[in-house]
């Protein structure tokens, strides 16, 4: 870990002594600035936008899975704190369930969550599928706004015998600063452990799909799963797994390691380089 932060601490030094050199010149050469921070910054910003889709995931599909299960018991699973609201409008199958976190501020396994998550399904237990329809309302993870309204379809089987979300991506993260990215695409959740257990800090998902990160300057990044990202719910971020990610100007493989639950992961560029990338 020390020699990669060390790689980190010497680009960053070359691209100080690179400006200075450059600002110096009395040519009319356009100056030549290595990008690599503005790139190192932009897939530490998708990783955050990875936190937050994964934090509304976790509580659609909790609350959803409760509420699937008691219909008439409980409205809220008894894992969320007590700043948390939930209120179910049923009629006949139909049901509408709302997330209701505060104009304040609720604290939720690590994250300040605010405002609504609204959702609405068919109740049928025993269907294999279930479409879940979503939409945010004021919604914030850590003081950024997040807007969407999209699906999730829930498999109570996939091949492998395991439950199953599908969940059409269709984001937008607005940082305090006005920095904005959005996010489109497929992600797919397999829950391999923890399944029926009624403990919500035993759940562990992997992620497969593809996606693309849009940020308000334009830039792009196209997203492609390589091996399966296994996402803890006790963990804030991915504790392995490979994802490809391309962009006009670089590329390479995100690498979550193999199973720490830590704020690291190791980009390597397509030409070999690796650095390290802090997830916030």
Same mark, same amino acid.
């Given at each position: 870990m020390?020699? !990669?932060k060390r790689i980190i601490k010497s680009i960053l030094a070359l691209l100080v002594i690179g400006m200075s050199f450059s600002s110096c010149t009395d040519n009319d050469e356009p100056l030549q600035i290595d990008n690599t921070s503005q790139d190192t910054l932009e897939l530490a910003r998708a990783s955050e936008?990875?936190?937050?889709?994964?934090?509304? =995931?976790?509580?659609? /599909?909790? /609350?959803? =899975? !409760?509420?699937?299960?008691?219909?008439?018991? +409980? %409205?809220?699973?008894?894992?969320l704190p007590d700043c948390v609201t939930i209120t179910v409008v049923a009629e006949q199958? !139909?049901? =509408?369930?709302?997330?209701? &976190?505060? #104009?304040?501020?609720?604290l939720v396994r690590g994250h300040v969550l605010k405002g609504q998550i609204v959702f609405s399904y068919t109740r049928d237990v025993e269907a294999?599928?279930?479409?879940? @329809?979503?939409?945010?309302?004021? &919604?914030?993870?850590?003081?950024? #706004? %997040?807007?969407?309204? +999209?699906?999730? *379809? +829930?498999?109570k089987e996939n091949d492998n015998g395991n439950p199953q979300f599908t969940h059409t991506l269709d984001l937008t993260v607005i940082w305090p600063n006005g920095l904005q990215a959005s996010r489109n695409g497929t992600k797919v959740r397999e829950w391999v452990e923890g399944f029926g257990s009624g403990i919500f800090s035993d759940n562990v998902f992997e992620v497969?799909?593809?996606? @693309?990160? @849009?940020?308000?300057?334009? #830039?792009?990044?196209?997203?492609? /799963? *390589? @091996?399966?990202?296994r996402r803890e719910v006790i963990c804030t971020y991915f504790v392995s797994g490979t994802i490809d990610i391309q962009r006009t100007n670089f590329g390479g493989i995100f690498d979550y390691g193999t199973g720490d639950c830590d704020n690291e992961a190791l980009f390597t560029f397509n030409n070999g380089t690796e650095i390290i990338i802090t997830l916030n």
């Amino acid at each position: 870990m020390k020699y !990669f932060k060390r790689i980190i601490k010497s680009i960053l030094a070359l691209l100080v002594i690179g400006m200075s050199f450059s600002s110096c010149t009395d040519n009319d050469e356009p100056l030549q600035i290595d990008n690599t921070s503005q790139d190192t910054l932009e897939l530490a910003r998708a990783s955050e936008v990875d936190a937050a889709s994964s934090s509304l =995931e976790d509580m659609v /599909v909790e /609350v959803f =899975e !409760f509420d699937l299960a008691n219909p008439n018991g +409980r %409205v809220a699973p008894p894992a969320l704190p007590d700043c948390v609201t939930i209120t179910v409008v049923a009629e006949q199958g !139909f049901r =509408e369930v709302t997330v209701d &976190f505060g #104009n304040e501020g609720c604290l939720v396994r690590g994250h300040v969550l605010k405002g609504q998550i609204v959702f609405s399904y068919t109740r049928d237990v025993e269907a294999q599928e279930i479409l879940i @329809t979503y939409n945010l309302i004021d &919604f914030y993870f850590d003081n950024k #706004n %997040v807007l969407g309204s +999209r699906t999730i *379809l +829930r498999e109570k089987e996939n091949d492998n015998g395991n439950p199953q979300f599908t969940h059409t991506l269709d984001l937008t993260v607005i940082w305090p600063n006005g920095l904005q990215a959005s996010r489109n695409g497929t992600k797919v959740r397999e829950w391999v452990e923890g399944f029926g257990s009624g403990i919500f800090s035993d759940n562990v998902f992997e992620v497969s799909g593809n996606w @693309t990160t @849009t940020f308000v300057n334009g #830039n792009s990044h196209t997203y492609e /799963v *390589l @091996t399966p990202l296994r996402r803890e719910v006790i963990c804030t971020y991915f504790v392995s797994g490979t994802i490809d990610i391309q962009r006009t100007n670089f590329g390479g493989i995100f690498d979550y390691g193999t199973g720490d639950c830590d704020n690291e992961a190791l980009f390597t560029f397509n030409n070999g380089t690796e650095i390290i990338i802090t997830l916030n």
